[in-house]
Nanobody, 116 residues
Framework: QVQLVESGGGLVQAGGSLRLSCAAS????????MGWFRQAPGKEREFVAR????????YYADSVKGRFTISRDNAKITVYLQMDNLKPEDSAVYYC?????????WGQGTQVTISS
């Protein structure tokens, strides 16, 4: 059974930092992309960042470039999202996902709240 388990969300003040983790298990992800989406109340789920498990290529949404950093630990099959200089508009539920080869998997989400 494939599982993606997120952790690291919380409440911080604007300008602060948080580090999200996503631990994956249940299969190999060598041909998958893994990354983060977020959804704020009343809004569509939006892409944040992704990393190719095979090539390591990284993409970011324009809204987070220069502030967020995605990385991975191959041995732990874990993806991280370091979020710096956080803004109130970054508040959302953050979801970890793995997608490729016609399938996708998602975590349960972790709440990130930024106070102004």
């Amino acid at each position: 059974q494939v599982q993606l388990v997120e952790s690291g969300g919380g409440l911080v003040q604007a300008g602060g930092s948080l580090r999200l983790s996503c631990a994956a298990s249940g299969r190999t992800f060598s041909n998958y992309n893994m990354g983060w989406f977020r959804q704020a109340p009343g809004k569509e789920r939006e892409f944040v960042a992704r990393i190719s498990w095979s090539s390591g290529r990284i993409y970011y949404a324009d809204s987070v470039k220069g502030r967020f950093t995605i990385s991975r630990d191959n041995a732990k099959i874990t993806v991280y999202l370091q979020m710096d200089n956080l803004k109130p508009e970054d508040s959302a539920v953050y979801y970890c996902g793995a997608w490729g080869a016609g399938t996708d998997y998602w975590g349960q989400g972790t709440q990130v709240t930024i106070s102004s």
